[in-house]
């Protein structure tokens, strides 16, 4: 799994039906540290998080696990919010 | 999911059977501010996506959820057409 | 899916034995416009494909789905030889 | 599978269900050599590992077999603690 | 699949149990002209592959294919010994 921030959302009027239902945030990946890490994907959100908050992110397979439909065709989703990162090094 | 445009498309006369209906799509990958990043994939199209628009697309193993065959050799789908990006950040 | 040219092919006798009835071709990754990218990777031929010829390949989870096998340990197979290429940008 | 460090743990209060009873630690990615290599990512513990400890992970699809619940949505995981790296070369 | 070096192996007395019957080797991944290529991962033997050989290694879901336990949490695996890798370019 994957630190990230919500930063914005994506509105699709035309898209394959399972994933009518969905929201699409956008989510740039952060580091430990919560420095920025590359560019921005698109991930569905499962836990109600809001812009500007810090998530775990999963992507690949699993990532229609947590999804209230079957079958959908989605490679990243917001798994939880994050409310304390302690580092120990 | 990720962004991207569609630029372009392929013909292949000898292919795998079941890729036989499928539509395959050259996808350039984007930035959330559309700005190419990285090189051109070949993606499958499900949503009647045309040269220029920008698109959803998904990749690994859920990109054949959304196929109207069963077991496609596929790892990339097109699954929306983005209407708006709204950045928070 | 990505473009790729066929350049070459390896043997191997000590093998795990559902590979033993499959083609394993050198496939170099190339652009749209098939300039080389990256290293070449191994890929299992499902469609016929010879030395320079331009082909379609997919990775992941997929790529077994062509295979004339049942659980091949395969994350990487030749699905399509291409003909034409359009690019609209 | 990867070398890693633990270097830390998170905290979730607000999480996708099936995550409620797995322990989610920072793990900083490793060379052979026990270099840091990139970023650290988030891995569920299988295996009790504590911070310092040089383990090994997984990544992906497999990620979710050592978990004691059913479908968590989950692409990484501690599967081992390493006690002995032998390099030949 | 890979091009890929057997440069050591490596041991770990706590780990998840359906690892406990596997050989862990740590694998350099390398070119089509055995130059290494990035860092060594650790890889699961499956065909008595010894230090200093050359090697086809597969990564992500069908890595699991070739072993001899049900759901190892195994996300790289070793399945041939190359022979002779024959290049047309």
């Known amino acids: 799994m ?3 921030k919500v930063i914005g959302n994506i509105w699709a ?3 394959y ?3 009518f ?3 699409m945030m956008i989510v740039q990946p952060m580091s430990a540290e919560l420095e920025n890490l590359g560019e921005p994907i698109i991930a569905v959100d499962t836990v109600g998080a809001g812009p500007g908050e810090i998530v775990i992110y999963i992507t690949a ?3 229609v696990i947590p999804l209230p439909v079957d079958f959908a065709p989605v490679d990243a989703s917001i798994v939880g919010i994050i409310d304390t990162i302690n580092l120990a090094h």
């Open 2 to 4: 994957y630190f990230g």
């Open 13 to 15: 009027t035309k898209k």
């Open 17 to 19: 039906e399972a994933l």
């Open 21 to 23: 239902s969905l929201k």
């Open 61 to 63: 397979s699993e990532a």
